[in-house]
């Protein structure tokens, strides 16, 4: 057996990252290290915009009028708060895609409970007479089926009647 034929584990650099995609609670905690990584790397770059912001704007040269440091300093700024921006972006994009992750882990075991639901539908519709057949075997007698027809002179349930009209029966 030659080297190229027993590649070590991960030998190709996305062999990983294809393993933990198969699984949900991998992706999951890549998501969630990945998430924590880039809330502490928002948080850094906050900080060193405000610090940048305090330097630039006090960084001022003899002969300057009244708000020329703060015109310098605006390039610095607007770069400095579109990184944010982005990176509040994809911070945002990875929450989505975590919770879109975990939707289709559900969706997918829906699909089998709706499947055998849809199944039995189908084979209802074919076999009706199996259906009719079970509908017409009633194994409750007529006391215990409340939908029953009341017999004559008995003291089964009649039906719903109003609670003002009880004649001597006791309300349930």
Known sequence: MSTEETDPPFAHPDEQVRRVAQDARATSRLLSSHHSALLTMKAALEVLQRETEVVCRGTRVEGDVWGQARWRSREVE???NAAIRNLARAIAGVERSAHARHGFDEKVKEVKHKRRERARLRAAKRNPQLQAAA?????LTPQQ???AAPQQGSSAYSGPTSIRDLRGRESA
């Open 145 to 147: 089926n409340p939908n």
């Open 78 to 80: 607007r770069s400095m």
């Open 135 to 139: 509908e017409n075997s009633d194994p």
